[in-house]
């Protein structure tokens, strides 16, 4: 099996079930982001929606129908033993195929975290049924180990959109919309991730230096990503001639290149965030929010206001007052 390195990248041109039993050890990937073949003709996509793939890289190698769950199983398998405990897998799917790698995922001890969906603006025109505009993306984790989740690594937890919402949590939503990217007159592959799309998932489930593996490379754009994002990364491709156009452009990427256009967000984390609580100040906290309801204000202003004075987040006072009226029922009842 030919490989190449590229800095402390390694890539493989073979196939990924042989390949990654071979060349990448037991536990040893952070983390996996893959797009697998889609198993309905994708070598005749033109055919279906009426592309130009004039600048297309010829030598997509599809996988029959018939062969979709043994393969999914397989590779899903393959992806199991590499990841580390505490690793994460997203695989990247259309609805056709869906099943079969979903019941690939339940063959595993992998453990579901989040079922994504990525909307792109357009779709595919259609006369007699609903537009389909959308991919499933499966974010799973190998258990045994502590995940990596960036909390605040694109958006701080108290940064506010125009409307008063948090940015954070409008960042972590299931549904994600993401353009897809046009190459118009540059070589590129049968089904490119974009790198908005790979950057937002490589950025919340991996650090600078983790190792981040795609079994698919296919246009390379997960590893050319992870590159940019100062990853290391490693991955297989069958096609010959897609896996020298992918060489060929990843070499080109400076390691670190896209962390200078990355968004810097604004955390301002409450002074004694994730300290414990001591009796004495939650009996503290229970007599101040008395005093601030007597004078009238509700309890989301005085939650709000208790967290200024507590160095606290407001669900971190709202807790803590349920905990608080809790133990001072228990000590009512153990003196009655």
Not at 255 to 264: M, N, Q, S, V
Request: with cysteine; net charge positive; proline share 4%.
């Amino acid at each position: 099996m030919k490989s190449v390195t590229i800095g402390s990248n390694l890539f493989y041109n073979g196939d990924c079930i042989c390949g990654s039993a071979e060349h990448i050890a037991t536990d040893s990937v952070d983390l996996i982001i893959t797009d697998p073949p889609y198993g309905i003709h994708g070598d005749r996509m033109d055919r279906h929606y009426n592309r130009d793939e004039e600048f297309v890289v010829d030598g997509y190698v599809e996988v029959p129908e018939e062969e979709y769950g043994t393969f999914s199983e397989r590779w899903i398998r393959e992806a199991e033993r590499i990841l580390r405990p505490g690793g994460s897998l997203y695989i990247v799917s259309g609805y056709t195929n869906l099943y079969h790698i979903l019941h690939a995922l339940r063959q595993t001890s992998l453990v579901e975290v989040n079922h994504i969906i990525w909307k792109y603006p357009f779709g595919v025109y259609t006369s007699r049924k609903y537009v389909s505009s959308h991919y499933h993306i499966l974010f799973y984790e190998k258990p045994g180990g502590k995940r990596t989740f960036n909390l605040e690594v694109r958006f701080g937890r108290e940064e506010r959109a125009e409307d008063g919402g948090c940015l954070n949590y409008l960042d972590r939503e299931d549904v994600w919309t993401i353009n897809r990217e046009y190459k118009p007159g540059r070589t590129k592959n049968k089904n490119e991730l974009p790198t908005a799309l790979l950057t937002k998932m490589i950025q919340y489930s991996s650090n600078e230096g983790d190792l981040v593996c795609d079994l698919f490379l296919g246009g390379f754009s997960t590893a050319i990503a992870a590159t940019g994002l100062n990853r290391r990364c490693v991955g297989f491709e069958v096609s010959e001639k897609i896996f020298e156009a992918g060489v060929r452009e990843t070499a080109t990427v400076r390691p670190g290149e896209l962390l200078e256009t990355l968004r810097c967000p604004v955390v301002r984390g409450p002074a004694n965030l994730r300290k414990r609580w001591r009796p004495e100040d939650l009996r503290r906290l229970r007599t101040r929010y008395r005093e601030l309801t007597k004078k009238g204000a509700t309890k989301k202003v005085a939650v709000e206001t208790l967290a200024g004075e507590f160095g606290r987040g407001r669900w971190a006072i709202t807790y803590a007052l349920e905990r608080a009226g809790v133990e001072s029922r228990r000590k009512k009842r153990g003196t009655e």
